[in-house]
């Protein structure tokens, strides 16, 4: 199970074997330079655009086939990524970014597999191509990551730990440091990862989702003032997302600092309105609490119709209910909540009263 959950943390992990995209200016006039500044912006397909006239263009620059490749892999071309990363490393020998995008191109194809055991010929002929790069380059970090990350994904976790570790002694990056945590995290060592952690957003302070997945970690400690600071600490450097806003909510709630969970839940919803479920029932409890029933009744309603088979939210919101004087209201959902948890003593209580 720790290995799942490790997977699914990689499949939405960045690639760690990233080209830092080249300094502004006469990015115009280069449909390459171009394209990779769009690229590093999340513009993947108009970046796929410039990259293909870059290639077009000039078919001998290694550059523009790289990212053309690497574009592709975003916009899930991959059958044309693979062959353009074959045909990068079959001209281009010495190149070792050809290496590695033809790497990326077969654990992405490993990631798109319906049989994922099959599949893991794709993530064995990746290590293959990361062989052959290693002989072109036995120093470069980004090598070791990727490879980290594929012993990951086949549940090697002492070959995975130390290819980063090796990543790390060549190069230290916040994240290398971010994955070697996740892996730290999936064996149970949360100590080890708290450790990762630090180190990561140390170097990466502004990188809101290492703060989000750090105060995350830091809250499965029982560290929740160290999360929420955290989390603030982040919010001056760079306003919270919806995440990290749910997150710093969470932390407020452990606190009993309840006022300011209202706000960072509120916070958090009014970002992404169907995101977080659970904010909506933690903003109803925190609106019990301050005595504002009617609000806490509007938050547990759309917890309720968020996820209507969750007993405790039908539960919080029978209790708003209750406090309004909606008698009806109140028994309909207490009862909705006996059906889904039979024997809950605190629903069956408020029917007792009703």
Same mark, same amino acid.
């Given at each position: 199970?720790?290995?799942?959950?490790?997977?699914?943390?990689?499949?939405a992990?960045?690639?760690?074997?990233?080209?830092?995209?080249?300094?502004?200016?006469?990015?115009?006039?280069?449909?390459? %330079?171009? /394209?990779?500044?769009? =690229?590093?912006?999340?513009?993947? @397909?108009?970046?796929?655009?410039?990259? +293909?006239?870059?290639?077009? @263009?000039?078919? *001998?620059?290694p550059?523009?086939?790289?990212?053309?490749?690497?574009?592709?892999?975003?916009m899930?071309?991959?059958?044309?990524?693979?062959?353009?990363?074959?045909?990068?490393?079959?001209?281009?020998?010495?190149?070792?970014? /050809? &290496?590695?995008?033809?790497?990326?191109?077969?654990?992405?194809?490993?990631?798109?597999?319906?049989?994922?055991?099959?599949?893991?010929? &794709?993530?064995?002929?990746?290590?293959?191509?990361?062989?052959?790069? +290693?002989?072109?380059n036995?120093?470069?970090?980004?090598?070791?990551? *990727?490879? !980290?990350?594929? &012993?990951?994904?086949?549940?090697?976790?002492?070959?995975?730990?130390?290819?980063?570790?090796?990543?790390?002694?060549?190069?230290?990056?916040? #994240?290398?440091?971010?994955?070697?945590?996740?892996?730290?995290?999936?064996? /149970?060592? $949360?100590?080890?990862?708290l450790?990762?952690?630090?180190?990561?957003?140390? $170097?990466?302070? %502004?990188?809101?989702?290492?703060?989000?997945?750090?105060?995350?970690?830091?809250?499965?400690? !029982?560290?929740?003032?160290?999360?929420?600071?955290?989390?603030?600490?982040g919010?001056?450097?760079?306003?919270?997302?919806? #995440?990290?806003?749910?997150?710093?909510?969470?932390?407020?709630?452990?606190?009993?600092?309840?006022?300011?969970?209202?706000?960072?839940?509120?916070?958090?919803?009014?970002?992404?309105?169907?995101?977080?479920?659970?904010? &909506? =029932?933690?903003?109803?409890?925190?609106?019990?609490?301050?005595g504002?029933?009617?609000?806490?009744?509007?938050?547990?309603?759309?917890?309720?119709?968020?996820?209507?088979?969750?007993?405790? =939210?039908?539960?919080?919101?029978?209790?708003?209910?209750?406090?309004?004087?909606?008698? +009806? !209201?109140?028994? =309909?959902?207490?009862? @909705?909540?006996?059906?889904?948890?039979?024997?809950?003593?605190?629903? #069956?209580?408020?029917?007792?009263?009703?």
């Amino acid at each position: 199970m720790r290995w799942f959950l490790l997977a699914l943390s990689l499949l939405a992990a960045p690639t760690l074997a990233q080209t830092p995209p080249p300094p502004a200016g006469q990015a115009q006039q280069d449909p390459l %330079k171009m /394209g990779v500044q769009l =690229y590093a912006l999340g513009r993947y @397909e108009a970046a796929l655009a410039l990259f +293909e006239r870059a290639a077009k @263009e000039n078919p *001998q620059n290694p550059d523009a086939l790289y990212w053309l490749a690497r574009a592709q892999l975003k916009m899930g071309l991959l059958n044309p990524a693979l062959e353009n990363a074959k045909g990068l490393v079959a001209k281009n020998p010495r190149y070792i970014g /050809g &290496y590695m995008v033809l790497s990326e191109a077969y654990v992405a194809l490993y990631r798109a597999s319906e049989d994922r055991e099959k599949a893991k010929a &794709y993530l064995e002929q990746a290590l293959s191509v990361l062989r052959d790069a +290693e002989k072109i380059n036995p120093r470069y970090a980004p090598l070791f990551a *990727q490879r !980290g990350l594929i &012993y990951a994904l086949l549940g090697q976790p002492d070959r995975a730990e130390e290819a980063f570790k090796k990543a790390l002694s060549l190069q230290d990056s916040a #994240e290398v440091r971010a994955a070697l945590a996740e892996l730290y995290l999936s064996l /149970g060592r $949360l100590d080890d990862a708290l450790e990762q952690y630090a180190k990561a957003v140390a $170097l990466a302070p %502004k990188d809101q989702d290492l703060r989000v997945r750090y105060a995350s970690a830091l809250l499965l400690k !029982g560290k929740a003032e160290e999360a929420a600071r955290v989390l603030e600490e982040g919010h001056k450097l760079k306003p919270l997302d919806a #995440e990290g806003w749910y997150t710093l909510g969470q932390a407020y709630l452990t606190l009993g600092r309840t006022k300011e969970a209202g706000v960072a839940l509120e916070n958090a919803v009014a970002l992404a309105p169907l995101r977080f479920p659970a904010a &909506y =029932y933690y903003l109803g409890q925190v609106y019990l609490s301050l005595g504002d029933y009617e609000k806490a009744r509007s938050r547990l309603t759309v917890a309720v119709r968020l996820e209507p088979k969750r007993a405790e =939210y039908r539960y919080g919101l029978c209790l708003a209910n209750e406090k309004l004087g909606d008698k +009806e !209201g109140a028994r =309909y959902q207490c009862q @909705e909540a006996l059906k889904l948890k039979p024997g809950y003593k605190e629903a #069956e209580e408020v029917l007792r009263r009703l």
